[in-house]
Nanobody, 123 residues
Framework: QVPLVESGGGLVQAGGSLRLSCAAS????????MGWFRQPPGKEREFVAA????????NYADFVKGRFTISRDNAKNTVSLQMNSLKPEDTAVYAC????????????????WGQGTQVTVSS
């Protein structure tokens, strides 16, 4: 398995911004779509955003459209999530994800997740 290490989480006030980063090891990073998921307290894990292998196509959950931006740097084996206009309901553990192929699929059953990083948004 390819380790995924997230960073950038923390405590921020509502309306603020955070940038999450995920570093992956291995030589095949650019072969896979990547994404971010989150798990709010007491709730199920939910999809946040995904980006295909080249960075040319992105997908977002409706609740983050216009506020969050996913990007990747294949030369550095990193994927990032820029989060703006944060709301208290964005509080969750955010986890980086690697899909099983080069393109995002909502039906992918072989997603590999990182350990996650805590994001807390205070009101």
């Amino acid at each position: 398995q390819v380790p995924l290490v997230e960073s950038g989480g923390g405590l921020v006030q509502a309306g603020g911004s955070l940038r999450l980063s995920c570093a992956a090891s291995g030589r095949t990073f650019s072969s896979y779509a990547m994404g971010w998921f989150r798990q709010p307290p007491g709730k199920e894990r939910e999809f946040v955003a995904a980006i295909n292998w080249s960075g040319g196509t992105t997908n977002y959950a409706d609740f983050v459209k216009g506020r969050f931006t996913i990007s990747r740097d294949n030369a550095k084996n990193t994927v990032s999530l820029q989060m703006n206009s944060l709301k208290p309901e964005d509080t969750a553990v955010y986890a980086c994800a690697r899909y099983s192929g080069p393109r995002y699929s909502a039906d992918d059953l072989s997603i590999y997740w990182g350990q996650g990083t805590q994001v807390t948004v205070s009101s």
